[in-house]
């Protein structure tokens, strides 16, 4: 089973790489199952329902999210009644929506996806190591194959978790910090694992955002607001193959595909 995760999707440009190319992509490596991290589609800052409709209907079977995910005021409706839109599993009791949702493939294939955060230089959540093992226990009778998105700032604590989860689960991918990191690998005991998967949309850029706009703030510190950038789009992610049998991977692969590429792809398989 081929499980593809889409890194960060920052503004238009992200979105577009995905409108445009994402069937194209699915069918060259023979995708069973899409997961992005959308909280930051909406601008660079949030996601509406309008753009997470737009992006289920492009293929993209859950959206992850992370300290963004409430930046936009409407997002408190959609997320109560999308469950295939998750927010961090370790948000205090109260917070609308769910942080994990079991999906199943085109084939019938159950697949739990867990969303879970950070505390190092971030909000101040509840313990993402001891709820993360509750939940992995709880979905183990549902789904053998489950994938997680940890989206978090330190490199320490992204690795600290896939250590903490080798073996439990299918995977760990990082998020967050919006540049892939080229360290992913099958850790031991058999859970692929890579600490940033990347970010889908432009990249020259400062992480998704206007480079002129982010060095006026890092140059004067002064405030200046975030604008999505437009220019050098790229598709940036990890491909997980995983045993049905036992849930563990056994292969994975960073990928970063240009628009050009993409489209590419899309005529090919058209």
């Given at each position: ?5 889409v890194g960060?999707?920052v ?7 995905v409108?445009k ?14 997961v992005?991290n959308?909280e930051?589609t ?29 930046d ?10 999308e469950p295939?839109?998750l927010?961090p ?5 109260g ?12 084939m019938?294939?159950?697949?739990g ?7 190092v230089h ?9 709820l993360?093992?509750r939940e ?14 940890f ?9 600290a978790?896939?250590?903490h989860?080798?073996g ?8 967050h910090?919006?540049v ?14 890579i ?6 949309g432009?990249?020259?850029?400062i ?9 006026v703030?890092?140059?004067t ?17 990890v ?6 049998q036992s849930?563990?991977a ?5 990928i970063s ?8 792809l899309?005529q090919?398989h058209?």
């Open positions: 089973m081929n499980i593809l995760f960060d999707i503004g238009r440009a992200g979105r577009e790489l409108k190319g994402l069937k194209g992509l699915v069918a060259e490596h023979d995708v069973d199952l899409v992005a959308a930051n909406a601008a660079g800052f949030g996601i509406t329902r309008d753009i997470g409709n737009e992006l289920l209907a492009c293929g993209v079977d859950v959206m992850t999210s992370g300290n963004h995910i409430w936009k005021k409407e997002v408190f409706d959609y997320i109560a009644s295939r839109l927010r599993a370790n948000f205090p009791a917070a609308p929506g769910h942080g994990v949702h079991v999906v199943r493939t085109r019938g294939m159950a697949v996806i867990i969303n879970i955060m950070g505390r971030m909000a101040p959540l509840d313990d993402p190591f001891a993360v093992a992995v226990e709880a979905l183990r009778p549902r789904a053998r194959i489950i994938f997680v998105d989206h978090a700032e330190a490199t320490s604590e992204k690795m978790m896939g250590w989860l080798d439990r689960v299918t995977a760990v991918a990082g998020t910090t919006h892939q990191t080229a360290d992913e690998r099958i850790l031991p005991q058999g859970t692929a694992y600490t940033d998967a990347g970010m889908t432009a990249h020259d850029a992480i998704g955002m206007d480079k002129d706009i982010s060095l703030r890092f140059r510190g002064l405030s200046a607001r975030f604008e999505p950038a437009t220019e050098n789009p790229r598709l940036n992610g491909l997980i193959e995983a045993d049905e849930g563990l056994t292969a994975v692969q960073r595909y240009s628009l050009a590429a993409l489209l590419d899309t090919r058209a």
